[in-house]
């Protein structure tokens, strides 16, 4: 009976042994404290389904998931500044979230750093590294202190926000893979920079100055460019202009000349077939021009009236003519 009882519970042990494998997870098995590796030194990782190893305290298995992207809040959790500001609310926030700025400034910020648990390292993670997430916050509190403190309040709310994040990144990454966590920093995000509660009035002034400063900016800006395109349209129809007036002197210049060219022609045909001299022509055709000229200007000053301003004029003189007259 004894034996059978004993032989029950040795079955009862060995099935302990027995483990499943989530489908969105692999496992890992240590045995007597040490991690099973292939060959090359890589640790086994066991895809999903059912496996027999060795029952606790000979083997362990450690279900870990090497694609699942991890977030590690530092500072602020969501919505906290804004619920400080609550009649029951503690002025207070966290201390944890507090940073001095370069200028002697206090900040309040919140970081989330994501990660994800790296294949090669799991060794370091799993086996030496003590809190690896907890050494990974530490590590990026301790990088994000620093690069604060070296910055002014406005380089780190809001203007180098940006810089600041990518300095951040490149820097917890950095020192999490020298430090062999066995885990791959993937970005580091300021989630939000928020002022002391006490403060917080004269930071939305600077804010709300900023603003109007930018958009004072952007009008000039767009009146500038507004000006300046104006000012391009008006030289262009100028200059248009000017290029069609030159156009149009140029072509009555070459027809005046290609009349007068004609015209010398004529007189040369005039000599050749005795008809009159050149001479006697060139004066001819001068005073034809003479004429057409003066017959011009006559015709214009039919129309005006020249009186002594000290003596009445009887305009009646005038009325019946309402065309010029022309020459016979």
Same mark, same amino acid.
């Given at each position: 009976?004894?034996?059978?009882?004993?032989?029950?519970?040795?079955?009862?042990?060995?099935?302990?042994?027995?483990?499943? /494998?989530?489908? *969105?997870?692999?496992?890992?098995?240590?045995?007597?404290?040490?991690?099973?590796?292939?060959?090359?030194?890589?640790?086994?990782?066991?895809? +999903?389904?059912?496996?027999?190893?060795?029952?606790?305290?000979?083997?362990?298995?450690?279900?870990? *998931?090497?694609?699942?992207?991890?977030?590690?809040?530092?500072?602020?959790?969501?919505?906290?500044?804004?619920?400080?500001?609550?009649?029951?609310? +503690?002025?207070?926030?966290?201390?944890? +979230?507090?940073?001095?700025?370069?200028?002697?400034?206090?900040?309040?910020?919140?970081?989330?750093?994501?990660?994800?648990?790296?294949?090669?390292?799991?060794?370091?993670?799993?086996?030496?590294? !003590?809190?690896?997430?907890?050494?990974?916050?530490?590590?990026?509190?301790? &990088?994000?202190?620093?690069?604060?403190?070296?910055?002014?309040?406005?380089?780190?709310?809001?203007?180098?926000?940006?810089?600041?994040?990518?300095?951040?990144?490149?820097?917890?990454? *950095?020192?999490?893979?020298?430090?062999?966590?066995?885990?791959?920093?993937?970005? &580091?995000?300021?989630?939000?920079?928020?002022?002391?509660?006490?403060?917080?009035?004269?930071?939305?002034?600077?804010?709300?100055?900023?603003?109007? !400063?930018?958009?004072?900016?952007?009008?000039?800006?767009?009146?500038?460019?507004?000006?300046?395109?104006?000012?391009?349209?008006?030289?262009?129809?100028?200059?248009?202009?000017?290029?069609?007036?030159? *156009?149009?002197?140029?072509?009555?210049?070459?027809?005046?000349?290609?009349?007068?060219? !004609?015209? /010398? /022609?004529?007189?040369?045909?005039?000599?050749?077939?005795?008809?009159?001299?050149?001479?006697?022509?060139?004066?001819?055709?001068?005073?034809?021009?003479?004429?057409?000229?003066?017959?011009?200007?006559?015709?214009?000053?039919?129309?005006? &009236?020249?009186?002594?301003?000290?003596?009445?004029?009887?305009?009646?003189?005038?009325?019946?003519?309402?065309?010029?007259?022309?020459?016979?």
């Amino acid at each position: 009976m004894t034996f059978a009882l004993l032989f029950v519970a040795f079955i009862v042990y060995l099935s302990t042994g027995f483990y499943v /494998v989530r489908g *969105n997870t692999q496992a890992v098995i240590r045995r007597c404290g040490k991690l099973v590796t292939h060959p090359d030194g890589k640790p086994r990782l066991m895809s +999903s389904g059912l496996y027999f190893d060795l029952p606790w305290p000979f083997s362990m298995v450690d279900q870990v *998931n090497i694609h699942e992207l991890r977030t590690l809040t530092i500072g602020l959790p969501d919505l906290l500044e804004e619920e400080t500001t609550g009649l029951l609310q +503690s002025p207070t926030l966290p201390g944890e +979230s507090q940073f001095l700025t370069g200028d002697k400034n206090i900040v309040h910020v919140q970081i989330a750093v994501q990660y994800r648990l790296s294949e090669s390292g799991l060794t370091a993670y799993l086996m030496e590294n !003590k809190s690896p997430d907890l050494r990974l916050r530490l590590l990026a509190e301790s &990088v994000a202190t620093e690069l604060i403190v070296r910055s002014g309040v406005d380089f780190v709310h809001p203007l180098g926000l940006s810089e600041l994040r990518t300095r951040l990144t490149q820097t917890v990454r *950095n020192e999490a893979a020298a430090s062999e966590l066995g885990v791959d920093v993937e970005d &580091v995000s300021i989630v939000g920079v928020y002022p002391p509660v006490r403060v917080k009035s004269y930071f939305l002034d600077v804010a709300n100055a900023r603003a109007e !400063k930018e958009t004072m900016l952007l009008t000039a800006q767009t009146y500038a460019e507004d000006r300046e395109t104006s000012a391009q349209a008006e030289a262009r129809r100028i200059s248009d202009e000017s290029q069609a007036t030159a *156009n149009d002197t140029v072509q009555i210049a070459r027809a005046e000349a290609e009349s007068f060219r !004609k015209l /010398v /022609v004529q007189f040369q045909k005039a000599e050749e077939q005795g008809i009159t001299t050149i001479a006697d022509a060139r004066q001819m055709a001068l005073q034809r021009r003479y004429a057409e000229v003066m017959r011009r200007i006559l015709t214009r000053a039919m129309g005006q &009236v020249i009186v002594d301003g000290d003596r009445p004029v009887d305009l009646m003189l005038w009325r019946k003519r309402t065309t010029p007259v022309e020459s016979p």
